[in-house]
């Protein structure tokens, strides 16, 4: 398997005010011609803010990529997320699918729910299991 992946500095990109400007540019071979896109945009603390996909272009470095994800996160640890968003339909807004993370005195994330607060997913440590995540 073939595996780009590149990191750019963006100059102007839409969160150019927020962070160092940094994009890492991820492309896998679908078949054929076509490529699976992925970029990841950060803030200065390296966590995630948006994940972008595009899936099917023939060139990987012209892209029609649409938000995917935007992750928000916390300030009471290092690495603490407070909520994901996703985008499941082509309006490129991530308002589709909101879930909050919940975790143990540890920071581990141990659970996803959703809005109305019913668990979605749940975070098994390794020590216990082989995938270490259920989807329900």
Same mark, same amino acid.
């Given at each position: ?26 492309? *896998?071979p679908k078949g054929g011609s076509e490529w699976h /896109? =992925?970029?990841?945009? +950060? ?7 948006? $994940? ?10 012209? *892209? ?7 992750? /928000? =996160?916390?300030?009471? +640890? ?7 968003? $996703? ?33 979605? $997913? ?15």
């Amino acid at each position: 398997m073939v595996v780009l992946a590149n990191t750019y500095l963006c100059r102007n990109d839409p969160y150019g005010q927020a962070g160092l400007r940094r994009r890492i540019h991820k492309a *896998t071979p679908k078949g054929g011609s076509e490529w699976h /896109v =992925w970029a990841y945009y +950060y803030d200065t603390s390296w966590w995630v803010l948006e $994940e972008q996909y595009d899936s099917g272009p023939s060139d990987p470095t012209e *892209t029609n990529l649409q938000p995917n994800y935007q992750y /928000v =996160w916390g300030l009471r +640890y290092i690495d603490a997320p407070v909520l994901r968003d $996703e985008n499941i339909d082509d309006d490129n807004l991530c308002d589709d699918e909101r879930l909050f993370y919940l975790n143990d005195a540890n920071f581990n994330i141990t659970a996803l729910v959703n809005r109305s607060g019913t668990v979605v $997913e749940r975070c098994i440590p390794a020590c216990l299991s082989k995938t270490g995540r259920y989807a329900l």
